[in-house]
Structures are given as C-alpha cells and as structure tokens.
C-alpha cells in the first residue's frame, strides 16, 4: 500500500524558514516524480514543486522559485521542502504528492501558519 | 500562465446527474484529471487522462475532453458525492502542474 506522511510543519514568523519532510513507503521511491501542493485555509489547490527521480529536474510555482527548494533523498524514501522568507498568505496544508501527471496518492497534510 | 475555470458551485437532488466543468484554452489538446477532496480529507484522484478510472472509483464517475472545456460527470448522485472537486492539467509551456478553482457539489 502507497503510504505518504508529512512532518514538519508548525507555526513561523513572516520572514522565517521552514521545512517540511514525506516519508514514502508501499512503492519503488526513486522510479516517481514527487510534488507538493498547499491549500491556504477555505481556498483551493495549489502545485507549488515537483522533483524528478534522480532529483536533477525541479520546478517551482512562480510566487515561490527562488525562497523554496525541493529536494529528495532516495537512499531514505524521503523528499522535502525547504522554505524561507515565508509570508502571512502562504500559511496553508502542504500536501506531498506522487506525481504522474496526475497526483494518484496523497499524504494528509502537514499545516504550516505563518503568523507573528 | 494557464487558467482553468471552474463553476464555484453545483447543486442537485440525489439520483440525478452531476456534470462539473473546467474551461481552458484549447484544454481538448491537453490531458485533464480530476481529485475529490471532502471536508478535512486530502484529495483523491478520481478520473485521470481525460476519462480514465483508478480502481475503487465507481463507474459513476466519467471524464471527457474536447475543444476548451472538460467535463466530469457523475450519474445518479449520492450524498456520499458531496464534496469539492478539482480538474488539474499540465502545462507543456512551463513543464507547470495547474488547478482550476474547484467546484463545491451539493447534494440537496
């Protein structure tokens, strides 16, 4: 069974760092693309990165490219997000995903609120 | 970047026909799946590449694709259905995962 659990998340100060982890289990870790979607409180979905296998291929949504960074540890089925300068908007679950093209298993969620 | 454009809400009696549109700009050309995400629940795919069904999805559920819309269609609604559900594509011109709006399904 394809198990996904985050960890991590808390409660930041806008202008602060964060980092937030998934441990994969259930399939072959390194054969997948992963991402990461949040969903500000009430609000929709919204991709925020996606790493490839061998994590030499990364892509960001424009609002955060060049404060988040994505990264995966295939020896440890893991993969995180590494998040700086956060601001008061971005407080949202932050969902890892395994990535297809479509998102066929989901974690639950781990809450990052960004509040002073 | 692409925008995809959903209905923000649907509302229908139980037994009837539940059909949830996402707009985008030549989508037809584009591969479109669809997630149901109840309330405190993450999301679940529920149709991928425009009409297919991951197993445990009842047949109820089906996608299609054509021109700039996209539609999922769920036959002979059930309470159970009642939820969010969100199209997402993928943007050849920026290697982009997107989402549209969401559409809140109410089963009256």
């Known amino acids: 069974e394809v198990q996904l659990v985050e960890s991590g998340g808390g409660l930041v100060q806008p202008g602060g760092s964060l980092r937030v982890s998934c441990a994969a289990s259930?399939?072959?870790?390194?054969?997948?693309?992963l991402a990461w979607v949040r969903q500000a409180p009430g609000k929709g979905l919204e991709w925020v990165a996606n790493?490839?296998?061998?994590?030499?291929?990364?892509y960001y949504v424009d609002s955060v490219r060049g404060r988040f960074t994505i990264s995966r540890d295939n020896a440890r089925n893991s993969v995180h997000l590494q998040m700086n300068k956060l601001r008061v908007e971005e407080t949202a679950v932050y969902y890892c995903?395994?990535?297809?093209?479509?998102?066929?298993?989901w974690g639950q969620g781990t809450l990052v609120t960004v509040s002073s | 970047s692409y925008v995809l454009t959903q209905p923000p809400s649907v509302s229908l009696a139980p037994g009837q026909t539940a059909r949830i549109t996402c707009g985008g700009n030549?989508?037809?050309?584009?591969?479109v799946h669809w997630y149901q995400q109840k309330p405190g629940q993450a999301p679940v795919l529920v149709i991928y590449?425009?009409?297919d069904r991951p197993s445990g999805i009842p047949e109820r559920f089906s996608g299609s694709n054509s021109g700039d819309a996209a539609t999922l269609t769920i036959s002979r609604v059930e309470a159970g259905d009642e939820a969010d559900y969100y199209c997402?594509?993928?943007?050849?011109?920026?290697?982009?995962?997107?989402f549209g709006g969401g559409t809140k399904l109410t089963v009256l």
């Open positions: 995903a395994r990535d297809v093209s479509s998102f066929d298993h």
């Open positions: 259930g399939f072959t870790f390194s054969n997948y693309w």
């Open positions: 790493i490839n296998q061998d994590g030499s291929e990364k």
């Open positions: 030549n989508i037809g050309s584009k591969t």
């Open positions: 590449s425009d009409s």
């Open positions: 997402q594509v993928w943007d050849r011109s920026n290697v982009h995962r997107v």
